[in-house]
């Protein structure tokens, strides 16, 4: 597995930032936050206001014009972002602003056409320079990945890739092993969204990740609440949220998302309710 046969070569700084969470007794709170929104200035300083509140990695989506993945709220986030002039280059001066001033490991969503339209090996060496810990690749699969997975070797980078409820045993497998950092379970089949409450599908993807080799699965899509939190993290190495911070931002600025990145770590501190009923 990637795991074991890079871990020599590569550090993986997603998957220390994971580790260190769990050395302090929790899981790894994963915060999304649209690069550029609402502008390029704001969206670092909700990045760095989410890590100094709980968040261990932070994962910064490049605005794009058809984002197949993404929910209502995100859409319109990067949708604003790209009629301010957010452009593709401008990543990196996030990333690198972020990694400055947090330890919190930075990914980069994004989906393929931008880094294949700047070069693979072009985007992977400046991601790198910026600081940035890797790539979470929704649109991505490892059997067509193979420029990827050299330039990720080639420039120390974490690659993560998405499993879902209808992936198959053959396709976990692959998942896991082109994996590096931890692999990224979808909870639901469908776009990204703030729900009421979380698929009960999630605990069955991370087992089925956990069975096939991973040593970390975090799970995203559908994270809003504290309650959520504390229930992904009875099974889950970490917790991804997106849309719920991207909507205070939205509606409230830095300091709202600082204070529900805090208040979605609360979730970290108690058990799941009815725990000894399950």
Same mark, same amino acid.
């Given at each position: 597995?990637?795991?074991?046969?890079?871990?020599?070569?590569?550090?993986?700084?997603?998957?220390?930032?994971?580790?260190?969470?769990?050395?302090?007794?929790?899981?790894?709170?994963?915060?999304?936050?649209?690069?550029?929104?609402?502008?390029?200035?704001?969206?670092?300083?909700?990045?760095?206001?989410?890590?100094?509140?709980?968040?261990?990695?932070?994962?910064?989506?490049?605005?794009?014009?058809?984002?197949?993945?993404?929910?209502?709220?995100?859409?319109?986030?990067?949708?604003?972002?790209?009629?301010?002039?957010?452009?593709?280059?401008?990543?990196?001066?996030?990333?690198?602003?972020?990694?400055?001033?947090?330890?919190?490991?930075?990914?980069?969503?994004?989906?393929?056409?931008?880094?294949?339209?700047?070069?693979?090996?072009?985007?992977?060496?400046?991601?790198?320079?910026?600081?940035?810990?890797?790539?979470?690749?929704?649109?991505?699969?490892?059997?067509?990945?193979?420029?990827?997975?050299?330039?990720?070797?080639?420039?120390?980078?974490?690659?993560?890739?998405?499993?879902?409820?209808?992936?198959?045993?053959?396709?976990?497998?692959?998942?896991?092993?082109?994996?590096? @950092?931890?692999?990224? !379970?979808?909870?639901?089949? *469908? =776009?990204?969204? &703030?729900?009421?409450?979380?698929?009960? +599908? %999630?605990? $069955?993807?991370?087992?089925?990740?956990?069975?096939? @080799?991973?040593?970390? !699965?975090?799970?995203?899509? *559908? =994270?809003?609440? &504290?309650?959520?939190?504390?229930?992904? +993290? %009875?099974? $889950?190495?970490?917790?991804?949220?997106?849309?719920?911070?991207?909507?205070?931002?939205?509606?409230?600025?830095?300091?709202?998302?600082?204070?529900?990145?805090?208040?979605?770590?609360?979730?970290?501190?108690?058990?799941?309710?009815?725990?000894?009923?399950?």
């Amino acid at each position: 597995m990637s795991e074991t046969t890079n871990t020599a070569a590569t550090e993986s700084k997603s998957a220390a930032a994971i580790e260190r969470a769990k050395a302090a007794g929790r899981k790894a709170l994963i915060a999304y936050l649209p690069a550029g929104y609402p502008d390029k200035q704001t969206s670092i300083d909700a990045a760095i206001a989410v890590a100094r509140n709980g968040a261990d990695i932070i994962e910064i989506g490049i605005p794009y014009s058809d984002p197949v993945m993404d929910g209502a709220v995100i859409q319109a986030a990067t949708t604003e972002a790209l009629a301010n002039g957010f452009h593709v280059e401008d990543v990196f001066d996030v990333v690198a602003a972020i990694t400055a001033e947090t330890d919190a490991a930075v990914m980069v969503m994004t989906y393929w056409n931008p880094v294949m339209r700047m070069g693979i090996d072009e985007f992977s060496r400046r991601l790198a320079e910026a600081g940035g810990a890797g790539l979470i690749t929704p649109d991505l699969t490892p059997d067509e990945a193979a420029e990827w997975l050299a330039a990720s070797d080639k420039y120390g980078l974490d690659r993560v890739f998405l499993v879902a409820p209808s992936s198959t045993p053959e396709r976990v497998a692959m998942t896991v092993e082109a994996t590096r @950092g931890f692999v990224y !379970a979808v909870s639901i089949m *469908g =776009v990204t969204g &703030a729900r009421t409450s979380v698929s009960s +599908a %999630a605990e $069955a993807v991370v087992a089925a990740v956990h069975a096939a @080799g991973a040593p970390r !699965a975090c799970v995203g899509l *559908g =994270v809003s609440k &504290a309650e959520h939190v504390r229930e992904i +993290a %009875a099974y $889950a190495d970490g917790v991804i949220v997106g849309t719920a911070l991207v909507a205070a931002l939205r509606d409230g600025g830095v300091d709202a998302v600082g204070a529900l990145a805090k208040e979605l770590s609360s979730g970290f501190d108690a058990p799941a309710p009815q725990a000894a009923a399950e």
